[in-house]
């Protein structure tokens, strides 16, 4: 796959514009000034990769603005080391951004065509997450549990038990939550049952979808 200067100076013109956005933490504007976007979006829409807005992917879904996966991503406060699960890999854009990291990422879609689609252009890039999984986001995966940080990237009326169970103690759940828009949320496990949470004002997502396996 191609990245051409071009692209290069796009993303640093990209990068110009989340700072001014409001993202300050350097290691999430080097994984997205690093990472080449066209290569997650569908084609024909290779030439807005570097616009932060969100783009439609298969199976009715999107590709995550880059200022949201950048959010996110800070909202995470990644340490080297760290397990993460992403629910909804969608393109593989944030769990790409997520592997620039030197952490161990699984990542959960239940969408097959998405699924099998992502799964085939994470080994073409070389990208190597511990696991993509088919499954319900609802669940988590508990199999790989505790995680250190738990992103959900699509909108969740509710917040999905499961995952704040499978926090680590000090683990942080970042899950946007609310039917027609969302409130971007973070959970913090302060102990077994305790968790501290906080709000950071409202995107849209499509929607975490129920039980459809
Ligand atoms: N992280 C993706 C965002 C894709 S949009 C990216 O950067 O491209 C949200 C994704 O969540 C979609 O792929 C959708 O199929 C998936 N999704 C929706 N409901 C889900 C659920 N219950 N479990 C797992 N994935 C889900």
New binding site residues.
């Given amino acids: 796959m191609i990245d051409t200067t071009k692209h290069q100076g796009q993303r640093r013109q990209l990068i110009g514009q989340l700072k001014v956005a409001g993202i300050k933490d350097q290691s999430v504007l080097n994984a997205i000034e690093t990472l080449p976007r066209h290569w997650?979006m569908e084609t024909g829409l290779e030439a807005f990769a570097y616009i932060d807005k969100a783009y439609p992917?298969a199976?009715e879904?999107?590709?995550?603005q880059p200022y949201t996966?950048a959010f996110q991503t800070e909202l995470l406060t990644l340490n080297p080391g760290d397990k993460v699960l992403?629910?909804?890999?969608?393109?593989?854009?944030?769990?790409a951004v997520l592997l620039q990291y030197d952490i161990t990422v699984y990542t959960?879609?239940?969408?097959h065509e998405?699924f099998k689609k992502t799964s085939l252009l994470f080994n073409k890039l070389k990208l190597r997450p511990k696991k993509v999984i088919f499954?319900?986001?609802?669940k988590g995966y508990p199999a790989a549990a505790p995680y250190d940080g738990i992103i959900v990237?699509?909108g969740a009326p509710i917040v999905p038990k499961p995952l704040l169970e499978q926090l680590s103690i000090g683990g942080r759940l970042v899950i946007p939550v609310g039917k027609k828009e969302q409130i971007m949320t973070r959970f913090i496990r302060k102990s077994e049952k305790e968790f501290d949470k906080q709000t950071f004002g409202s995107f849209r997502?499509?929607?975490?979808?129920?039980?459809?396996n």
């Fill in positions: 997650f992917i199976a879904q999107t590709i995550s996966v992403e629910i909804g890999t969608g393109s593989g854009y944030q769990t959960l879609e239940r969408q998405l499954g319900d986001g609802y990237t699509a997502f499509v929607p975490l979808l129920e039980n459809k």
